[in-house]
């Protein structure tokens, strides 16, 4: 039976709630990505007649009532602007990511002719953002999961840049023998036993929990940019997480260590330099 969508609009706002935290915003974003329509489309057409019957949006609200994230049912997110794919293979990018972008960004002048290594690449977003402002650096992206590894190829793809950004299978830097000139990840980072919310457990789990404390991967690359003498490394990390990255540095030579925050204050990732002479 059709039904008005301005009636829709309020069926699907009631259904969410007590489920989402903004059930009239959701239901709003649903039913606009279920109509292939915009904003303005929505405001202006509550009075168009849609069919509440149809299997797919009550798939979609159904999913959504159990918290699955409306990301991977639209297979839309935005970051840093603009539009990726995404579905159940990779992380749902964060906006906290964002920082990431900016803070190597300030570091790598847009003449600079480098190689840039990115591990956990997920979904894309950090290289191909990185690549669209860096138009001479190559970059190397690993991911040890092959779901990730193809929503970052459709992303690669779908932005032109598959000759720039090499996408490989591995575990941290083992599939990397070149020279790095730049090491970035938003690594996994949360505590295998830590409580997390529902809506978390849709997403890959090897893209969540970084360990039994949770920082062994930054870890690990940290001891990497030695190993390998990789000059810049920017890196996102846990909020609790800043002490440890300093106790780990203790012992080794740091030409500097900058931490920055995410919109809500919270230690987010560090940026380390070393001159490793
Ligand atoms: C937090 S997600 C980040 C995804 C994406 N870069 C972003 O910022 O949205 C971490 C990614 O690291 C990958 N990963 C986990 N362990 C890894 C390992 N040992 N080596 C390479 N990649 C790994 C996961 O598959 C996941 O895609």
């Given at each position: 039976m059709p039904c008005r969508l301005s009636e829709l609009y309020t069926d699907v706002t009631a259904a969410?709630?007590?489920?989402?935290?903004?059930?009239?915003?959701?239901a709003e974003?649903l039913l606009i990505?279920y109509l292939?329509?915009?904003?303005?489309?929505f405001?202006?057409h509550q009075d168009a007649l849609i069919d509440e019957n149809d299997?797919?949006l009550i798939?979609?609200i159904?999913?959504?009532?159990?918290?699955?994230?409306?990301?991977?049912?639209?297979?839309?997110?935005?970051?840093?602007?603009?539009?990726?794919?995404?579905?159940?293979?990779?992380?749902?990018?964060?906006?906290?990511?964002?920082?990431?972008?900016?803070?190597?960004?300030?570091?790598?002048?847009?003449?600079?002719?480098?190689?840039?290594?990115?591990?956990?690449?997920?979904?894309?977003?950090?290289?191909?953002?990185?690549?669209?402002?860096?138009?001479?650096?190559?970059?190397?992206?690993?991911?040890?999961?092959?779901?990730?590894?193809?929503?970052?190829?459709?992303?690669?793809?779908?932005?032109?840049?598959?000759?720039?950004?090499?996408?490989?299978?591995?575990?941290?830097?083992?599939?990397?023998?070149?020279?790095?000139?730049?090491?970035?990840?938003?690594?996994?980072?949360?505590?295998?036993?830590?409580?997390?919310?529902?809506?978390?457990?849709?997403?890959?789990?090897?893209?969540?929990?970084?360990?039994?404390?949770?920082?062994?991967?930054?870890?690990?690359?940290?001891?990497?940019?030695?190993?390998?003498?990789?000059?810049?490394?920017?890196?996102?990390?846990?909020?609790?997480?800043?002490?440890?990255?300093?106790?780990?540095?203790?012992?080794?030579?740091?030409?500097?260590?900058?931490?920055?925050?995410?919109?809500?204050?919270?230690?987010?990732?560090?940026?380390?330099?070393?001159?490793?002479?």
């Open positions: 969410l709630g007590g489920i989402v935290e903004f059930p009239r915003r959701e974003l990505a292939q329509k915009d904003q303005l489309y405001i202006t299997p797919k798939e979609w159904e999913k959504r009532k159990a918290n699955v994230p409306l990301e991977y049912l639209t297979n839309r997110v935005s970051f840093y602007s603009r539009e990726f794919y995404i579905d159940e293979g990779a992380l749902i990018p964060r906006p906290e990511t964002e920082h990431l972008i900016d803070e190597v960004l300030a570091r790598v002048s847009t003449d600079e002719v480098i190689t840039v290594v990115e591990v956990g690449v997920g979904s894309g977003i950090i290289s191909i953002m990185l690549a669209l402002h860096l138009p001479y650096t190559r970059f190397i992206a690993v991911d040890i999961s092959p779901r990730a590894l193809a929503v970052a190829r459709r992303n690669i793809e779908a932005f032109g840049l598959s000759a720039r950004i090499e996408l490989r299978e591995g575990n941290l830097l083992s599939c990397v023998d070149e020279k790095i000139d730049f090491l970035v990840s938003n690594p996994p980072y949360i505590a295998h036993d830590a409580s997390l919310e529902s809506n978390l457990s849709y997403e890959p789990q090897n893209a969540l929990f970084g360990g039994t404390v949770g920082d062994e991967i930054i870890q690990r690359l940290l001891a990497e940019v030695y190993v390998r003498k990789i000059p810049s490394f920017v890196c996102e990390m846990g909020y609790d997480q800043r002490q440890k990255v300093q106790e780990y540095l203790k012992p080794f030579a740091v030409q500097s260590l900058e931490f920055y925050k995410d919109l809500a204050s919270f230690d987010r990732g560090f940026s380390l330099k070393v001159n490793h002479e």
